[in-house]
C-alpha cells in the first residue's frame, strides 16, 4: 500500500470528537441529495468530469469503498438498493446509515483503528474520509446532469487547505491528475476543484481520476 500523506495524520489533532452544530458529513450529504434528486431523464447514464465514469458510478464508488472502511468500526453499513437499478436509493442507503452512527453520541465517539490515520472515532472518521469524497463528488454529479452547484463554503475550504499542502503528493501517488491552472483571484470553490484536477470553468475535466482515491487506499490498508 503506498503511503498516506501527513494530512491525514495531521487532521487527527485539528477534528474535535464533540461536535459543535451538524456534522460536516451531514451538511456535505443533504447537497449530494438535492443533486441527485435533479437527475434528469437518462442522467443516471451520462458522462461525468472522470471518464470512463456514469454517473451511477459515483454512487457506486461511495457505496463500495465507505462501508468497507467505516464497517471496520463493527458497525455494518447496509446498502440495500441496487445501484445500476435505483441509484438515489443507494446513496440514500448509505447516507441514512452513515448518518444513524452519527445521531447516536455513544457510538459516533467510539474509537477503532482507521488504519494509516491511526484510532480515530467513528465521527472523526467519517469527516477525516467520508466528507470530502463526498464534497467533490458533488460536483462531479452536478457535471454530469448539466447543472450548477453551490458547495458548502466552510467544507470547501477545509478541504482546501489541506490539498493546497499535499496535492502534488497525492498527484505523484496517482490518486488526482495534475493541478489545474486557475486564473488570480479564483474562489475557493474553484481552486479547490483545480487541486484535485478538475477545471470548473470547462464543462468537462480531462484529468480526473476514477480508479483509486485515498481514501480506497487507506481502505486497502485493512486487507
Known amino acids: 500500500m503506498a503511503s498516506i500523506p501527513s494530512f491525514y495524520s495531521a487532521a487527527v489533532t485539528a477534528v474535535d470528537n464533540a461536535q459543535s452544530g451538524r456534522h460536516p458529513f451531514t451538511v456535505a450529504a443533504a447537497r449530494f441529495d438535492e443533486v441527485a434528486r435533479s437527475a434528469p431523464v437518462g442522467g443516471w447514464d451520462?458522462?461525468?468530469?472522470?471518464?470512463?465514469?456514469?454517473?451511477?458510478?459515483?454512487?457506486?464508488?461511495?457505496?463500495?469503498?465507505?462501508?468497507?472502511?467505516?464497517?471496520?468500526?463493527?458497525?455494518?453499513?447496509?446498502?440495500?438498493?441496487?445501484?445500476?437499478?435505483?441509484?438515489?436509493?443507494?446513496?440514500?442507503?448509505?447516507?441514512?446509515?452513515?448518518?444513524?452512527?452519527l445521531d447516536d453520541p455513544a457510538i459516533a465517539h467510539r474509537t477503532f483503528d482507521a488504519g494509516p490515520p491511526g484510532e480515530l472515532s467513528i465521527a472523526n472518521a467519517i469527516r477525516m474520509l467520508v466528507v470530502g469524497d463526498v464534497l467533490i463528488h458533488t460536483w462531479d454529479l452536478a457535471e454530469a446532469f448539466g447543472r450548477s452547484v453551490q458547495l458548502d463554503d466552510a467544507l470547501v475550504a477545509e478541504q482546501l487547505a489541506g490539498l493546497a499542502q499535499f496535492s502534488d503528493a497525492l498527484v505523484a501517488s496517482g490518486h488526482f491528475a495534475a493541478a489545474v491552472a486557475v486564473p488570480d483571484g479564483a474562489s475557493p470553490h474553484v481552486r479547490m476543484l483545480?487541486?484535485?484536477?478538475?477545471?470548473?470553468?470547462?464543462?468537462?475535466?480531462?484529468?480526473?481520476?476514477?480508479?483509486?482515491?485515498?481514501?480506497?487506499?487507506?481502505?486497502?490498508?485493512?486487507g
Not at 465514469?53 to 462501508?67: F, G, K, S, T
Not at 453499513?77 to 446509515?97: K, N, Q
Not at 483545480?194 to 485493512?222: K, N, P, Q, V, Y
Open 46 to 101: 451520462r458522462e461525468t468530469p472522470c471518464p470512463p465514469w456514469v454517473a451511477r458510478d459515483i454512487v457506486r464508488h461511495l457505496v463500495e469503498w465507505i462501508p468497507d472502511v467505516i464497517g471496520r468500526s463493527g458497525h455494518t453499513i447496509t446498502v440495500s438498493a441496487d445501484v445500476d437499478v435505483d441509484p438515489l436509493s443507494a446513496w440514500r442507503d448509505l447516507a441514512s446509515e452513515l448518518q444513524r452512527l
Open 194 to 222: 483545480a487541486l484535485t484536477g478538475r477545471d470548473a470553468h470547462r464543462s468537462s475535466a480531462d484529468g480526473c481520476r476514477s480508479d483509486a482515491t485515498i481514501e480506497e487506499r487507506i481502505a486497502g490498508g485493512f
